[in-house]
Structure formats: structure tokens, C-alpha cells
């Protein structure tokens, strides 16, 4: 047995044997996609530490980072800071619901299952469709997911996505379109998205926009049912607590990220991906769907629907490959939407707005500086100021402040631009610091700039 690494059990013929049979001459050959200085990366922690000394080595590297909450805090851009009671994780986390095995076997597992029933329940009522799966993995596969799906319903293999939704989700979205051979149409903005509706599966956008902006979702659902196509919106889900929800606007299916229903931002994941359709769609959902019957004894109890557990191992005869649910996230989200409530979670939504618009309209009085969306805007918007947003950016972390996501990384036509988010817990005392500090260095010799 080779001793290169003594906790496989595979000796060296075996390996030679694995790769042969798949046709690989060797392990760096197998991984030859994988960047060669990806494959072995250094961790930067002396050799040879004895647990004791290895955890004060990682606890000395880990003091180094700064939690979000140090500070002033506006980063956003698909995941953001919230509160999140206490009641949340202590609930969540109870042993009933913490279980690595998948509920097939209804009889051991009507905890778990009516959980994930609650949350399919809360999401629907939320979003005012007509029924919710039982959870994705998150946002951006949600997104790719319902492209899949619009190609299934309509037979159609085009669909069309506007530049105002997720950079992220539109990546994860070509990458799942290439095995299918769907072809995907990328558009400057809504209107071009309504005029690329002919001929298309499904029209994709998003409420409000990667850029914070508000879009017409009843237009964009409007002209995809009149080409024949489905409307699909990717929405931040605090929002449909003010603003009218998708199922209202005519949407097909609802999609999104489910991080802000009480869920931590935990350095991007794990999260849960919200999908929400029309009852004539459901048999092509995607994923776990828990139903609520009736035992021969007229017990109320809990299954998987729909879906049998056939069609998640015979990878053909699936609608798709995600044949879980991220169920530990999933309950998070219903607890977090039970504690709260409509009232609460407007009132959540309502404060992120309010902080958003004030800091807008302070930011845009400076010379130089102006707020960029091409309309509304929710709690989240774009700045633009005289200097590079990374520089800016930089320049404010030294002072202990995240002013937000620089948007020149995803379009470089855009470098001088700042995408600034508010939440519930953007003090006025955060805001301030925000605007002083923008204000020091943009300086009152700036060009001047058009104010909002």
C-alpha cells in the first residue's frame, strides 16, 4: 500500500486501475483543469504544529479579519447584514431537525418534513404564488434552475436574461446552459428584454435589480406571454414585503437567494434558493416538494409529493440534478418569517429604505458625486464619485468602514462607482460616517455633478 497518504485505503494498483479505466495517464492529468497552483495551495502555517500550537497559529491568521459588525457596514450586492433573533438558530438547530439522511420514509420524519412544508408555505404566501419547492441550493443555481424549466414547459431552447440581474447568477447560467445546448441572450436592460420575447423560453429579471433599481415585472410578464414564453423574476425576498409581489405581477416563477430570512452571510454560503411557481408548473419544479394528506386515520402528516425518490437517482429522468434541499437554511427562513410576521418583515423593508434614500440624498448634494439608477431604487443603489470605487473603497476600510461593492470588478465601463446598501441595521450614526468620510476625499475642488 502506497504510504503517500496512510488514510486512503487505496493502494497504488488501485488508482492505476481507476485511471485506466476512465483513460487517465495520471491524478495531475484528471485535475489538468484545476490551475496547478490551485491544486496544492499553501496555508501559510509553519509544518509540523502540535494541535495546540496549529490552533494558536489559526486563531493569530483568523484575529486579522475584521467581522462586519466592527464597523460601518453597506456592502451588499446579492447578500446582506441583518438581524437575525435569537430565537432563529436556537430553533433551527434543535436535533429534531438536524439529520443527514433524506425524509423518504415519511413515518420517521414528519418533524423535518412539516418544517420544510412551513417554509414552501411561507415562501408562496410571500411571494403570491401559487406553490414554493422545497428549496435550492442558492440564488444563482434557483436562477439556472428556472431556465431549464422554461426550456421543458415552452420546448423552446433560447432565453433571455437582462444585464440588471446578478453578474454571479448570470455566470452560473451560461455554465448550465452549455451540456443542454440552451442558448442564452444577454440584454442591455428591460426594454431590450421585452423585445427579445419572440421565439424565447423565458424572459429573465430581476426586482429589484442587481443595481437596486425597481423594474416593471407586469411588462416583462406581459410580453413573455405574449410570445409564448415564461416570465421569470429573480427577487431580493425582504422586498416583496413592500412591494407587489411577483405571482401579482404575472410572473411564472419566482427565484431568489433566501440569505436575508435569517440567514448569516457566513463569507458566501451556504445559503438557500427560493423557487415559487404557478400550480400548472409544479410537476416541473425542480427539487423536494413536501405536500400535507391524510393517513388512512385521518392523521394529518407530511410526504415528499410529486416527485419519487426513482427520479433523483436516475439522473435522466430528472428535472433536474439538485436532488436535496438545503433543509437546515430552509427552516431558518420559515422561523425567521414566522417570528416576524407581515408587520415585522415590513417594517424590516421599510427602515432598509428609508436609511437608503437618506444616505442617497446626502451623498448626491456632494460636487462630483451622483446617485446613477436609472430610476427608483429599493435599499440599494449606485454612487458615482470622481474617484475609482476600488481606491475609494480602500481608502475607507482604513478608517473601518465598508462603503460597498465597487462595480468596475463586473463592468469596467462603470470603475468610478460605488453599489451601497442599507439594512435594518444602518445606523444614522453609520450614515454619517459614510458621507464624512466619501466627504473627505472627494474634496470641494471636485468637478461638480447632477444630483438624483
Known amino acids: 500500500m502506497s504510504q503517500r497518504n496512510p488514510y486512503s485505503p487505496h493502494t497504488d494498483a488501485d488508482r492505476a486501475a481507476m485511471l485506466a479505466a ?4 495520471s491524478v495531475d492529468e484528471l485535475l489538468g483543469v484545476i490551475p496547478v497552483h490551485a491544486r496544492r495551495p499553501r496555508l501559510g502555517a509553519p509544518a509540523g504544529l502540535a494541535e495546540l500550537d496549529l490552533f ?32 432563529v438558530p436556537l430553533l433551527a438547530a434543535r436535533g429534531e431537525f438536524l439529520t443527514a439522511y ?23 404566501d410571500l411571494l403570491a404564488m401559487d406553490v414554493s419547492n422545497a ?5 444563482s443555481t434557483a436562477v439556472a434552475e428556472a431556465a431549464l424549466l422554461a426550456v421543458r414547459a415552452t420546448g423552446r431552447h433560447r432565453v ?13 447560467l451560461r455554465t448550465y446552459s452549455r451540456g443542454p445546448d440552451i442558448e442564452i441572450v444577454e440584454v442591455p436592460d428591460t426594454k431590450a428584454l421585452i423585445a427579445a420575447a419572440p421565439g424565447s423560453a423565458g424572459l429573465i429579471t430581476a426586482n429589484p435589480s442587481f443595481f437596486g433599481t425597481l423594474v416593471d415585472m407586469r411588462a416583462v410578464s406581459e410580453a413573455a406571454h405574449a410570445a409564448g414564453a415564461l416570465a421569470i423574476a429573480s427577487i431580493e425576498p425582504v422586498s416583496c414585503a413592500l412591494l407587489e409581489p411577483p405571482g401579482a405581477c404575472g410572473i411564472d416563477v419566482a427565484v431568489g437567494d433566501g440569505q436575508p430570512l435569517g440567514i448569516p452571510m457566513t463569507f458566501g454560503g451556504p445559503y438557500v434558493g427560493i423557487m415559487a411557481t404557478t400550480s400548472v408548473l409544479v410537476r416541473q419544479m425542480p427539487g423536494r416538494i413536501v405536500g400535507a394528506t391524510q393517513d388512512s386515520n385521518g392523521t394529518r402528516g407530511f410526504v415528499n409529493t410529486l416527485q419519487t425518490r426513482e427520479q433523483h437517482i436516475r439522473r435522466e429522468k430528472a428535472t ?25 418583515l415590513r417594517s424590516v423593508a421599510a427602515r432598509s429604505v428609508a436609511q437608503a434614500h437618506a444616505l442617497a440624498a446626502r451623498l448626491a448634494a456632494f460636487p462630483g458625486c451622483r446617485v446613477t439608477n436609472d430610476g427608483d431604487f429599493f435599499s440599494e443603489f449606485t454612487l458615482a464619485t470622481p474617484l475609482h470605487a ?3 473603497r480602500d481608502a475607507l476600510l482604513a478608517d473601518d468602514i465598508t462603503a460597498g461593492y465597487p462595480l468596475g470588478h463586473d463592468f469596467p465601463e462603470r470603475k468610478n462607482e460605488l453599489l451601497i446598501a442599507c ?22 475642488g471636485a468637478p461638480a455633478g447632477a444630483s438624483r
Do not use: K
Open 22 to 25: 476512465i483513460g487517465a495517464a
Open 56 to 87: 494558536a497559529e489559526l486563531s493569530r491568521i483568523a484575529s486579522q479579519d475584521r467581522p462586519a459588525g466592527s464597523g460601518p457596514f453597506f456592502l451588499g450586492a446579492g447578500v446582506y447584514r441583518r438581524y437575525i433573533p435569537a430565537a
Open 102 to 124: 433524506t425524509p423518504y420514509q415519511p413515518e420517521v420524519s414528519q418533524g423535518t418534513l412539516q418544517a420544510i412544508w412551513e417554509y414552501q408555505s411561507l415562501v408562496a
Open 135 to 139: 428549496s435550492l441550493y442558492d440564488g
Open 160 to 172: 433571455v436574461v437582462s444585464h440588471d440581474v446578478h453578474p454571479h447568477h448570470r455566470a452560473i
Open 320 to 344: 433536474s440534478n439538485i436532488c436535496t434541499n438545503e433543509a437546515v437554511y430552509a427552516i431558518h427562513a420559515a422561523v425567521y418569517l414566522a417570528l416576524l410576521g407581515p408587520h415585522g
Open 390 to 392: 476600488t481606491e475609494l
Open 423 to 444: 439594512t435594518e441595521l444602518t445606523t444614522d450614526d453609520d450614515i454619517t460616517a459614510l458621507v464624512e468620510g466619501i466627504r473627505a476625499r472627494v474634496g470641494a
